[in-house]
């Protein structure tokens, strides 16, 4: 399971159920949002560290127009996804920008999902890194979405499973060795979201990169599906795990799609240890990319 991988990401001081190697927390990149004329919008200039109540909307230092989404201390839009999102002032919210998967792609490939697992909630979360699905040409583009939910449907079984299922391993995810413990319980870092995110120490990775308390707050990996969504594009985006390069830098430097095995569960699947996994991985990869009509390209395996 990704707990064992997500562990070696980001610690080196413990070896117990996972590998560690310690990387520093990601930093979410802006969200990028139509700007809005003067003439058409007059909302408040944002101020750092001031209240605001969802449905606010202000002014950013971009000339660019956010709303709330959530009630928040005043945390800067460009960075804290979770508590806003880009407004335009035609009154909605700014396009994606078309995400390559279409939603009925999306059900094609997931008809048994939980329903937790939403494509709007899949949407909502590419903000938080602009680069994930909209880099290099249409194939490229493709090829990542199609090994992202590759590899998540591999780790939910299909988008089924929201937290991991062995609740004997819930305790262990604590490492009290952290200056900041475990705030939210012993038993509280399980497995979470389509990447199974777990143990204190991701969690505040996570939480940091994404502006958003989930040391704290944990739960909101399994009861928000946007932010479920988020925590996984940030691993894809940012994290090396056992591999060498981050999932995303793989694909768009057609590195091919076994590199992405390999920085997600290598040191538990590659190099031979489990082929059974890695070609249902394959499989999947390829059946997605049939959906969405690209190409594999090379290096499949791992």
């Avoid at 939910?149 to 391993?169: C, P, Y």
């Avoid at 479920?228 to 799609?257: C, E, L």
């Avoid at 590199?259 to 059974?276: A, D, F, K, L, Q």
Wanted: proline residues 6%; hydrophobic residues 35%.
């Amino acid at each position: 399971m990704l707990k064992q991988r997500v562990a070696a990401v980001l610690s080196a001081a413990s070896c117990v159920a996972a590998l560690s190697a310690a990387a520093p927390p990601a930093v979410a990149a802006p969200v990028s949002g139509t700007a809005a004329s003067a003439a058409s919008c007059n909302f408040t200039i944002w101020t750092a560290g001031k209240p605001y109540v969802t449905g606010n909307i202000v002014k950013y230092t971009n000339g660019q127009y956010y709303r709330a989404t959530h009630d928040n201390p005043g945390y800067d839009p460009v960075i804290s996804t979770w508590y806003w999102e880009p407004y335009n002032c035609d009154g909605g919210t700014n396009p994606s920008g078309g995400f390559v998967v279409s939603e009925a792609q999306f059900n094609q490939m997931f008809p048994n999902r939980n329903r937790f697992y939403t494509y709007n909630g899949l949407k909502a979360a590419l903000s938080a890194y602009p680069g994930f699905t909209k880099t290099g040409n249409d194939t490229i583009k493709k090829r990542e979405a199609a090994a992202f939910l590759a590899n998540v449907g591999h780790e939910t079984g299909g988008l089924v499973h929201i937290v991991e299922q062995d609740t004997n391993n819930y305790p262990h995810y604590c490492d009290w060795n952290r200056p900041y413990g475990c705030p939210a319980g012993q038993a509280a870092y399980y497995g979470r979201g389509p990447i199974q995110l777990s143990w204190n120490y991701n969690y505040k990775a996570a939480g940091d990169a994404l502006g958003i308390d989930l040391l704290h707050n944990p739960n909101l990996v399994q009861n928000d599906a946007a932010v479920a969504w988020k925590t996984g594009i940030w691993y894809w985006m940012t994290q090396r795990g056992p591999g060498s390069m981050t999932p995303h830098d793989a694909i768009v430097n057609d590195r091919g799609f076994g590199e992405t095995i390999r920085s997600i569960n290598g040191s538990m699947e590659c190099n031979g240890n489990n082929p059974g996994q890695v070609q249902s991985r394959i499989n999947s990869y390829k059946r997605f990319t049939q959906i969405l009509g690209t190409s594999t390209g090379g290096n499949l395996s791992c």
